[in-house]
């Protein structure tokens, strides 16, 4: 595939991190992956990615955080979709990052592989 789309995983909890990897690569996607939101920032430097799947919760910089300094440079990062990974119980943090401009969000114990997949697709605009 010529313009294989690019995706960057931030989630500090490894296996998860290496399961989302693992299906998005098997999928056709070129995907890195970031296991804090301070390795997220230097990989957002170094590259430009469609989509970013990011974890609000992480103990070095969290998601939040992250999606404001994405949203404080629209002309670098204004073509990049960003969907939040949350858990049960983060509500208040998802509607603060749909207010600041996330894409959407995925309930991480409720997001099995092809939803994961289906999602990803659909936020790109490749259809579902
Ligand atoms: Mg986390």
Redesign the pocket.
Known sequence: MEDKRKILVV???PD?LEIFKDILSEEGFEVDGAEGGLVALERLVNAKYDLILL?????DKD?ISILEEIKRFPDKYGDTKVVM?T?IGGDLAVDKAMKIGASGYLLKSETEPDDLVNAVKQYLGLGA
């Open positions: 989630e500090d909890e998860a974890d609000i919760v992480m103990p998601g990974l858990n």
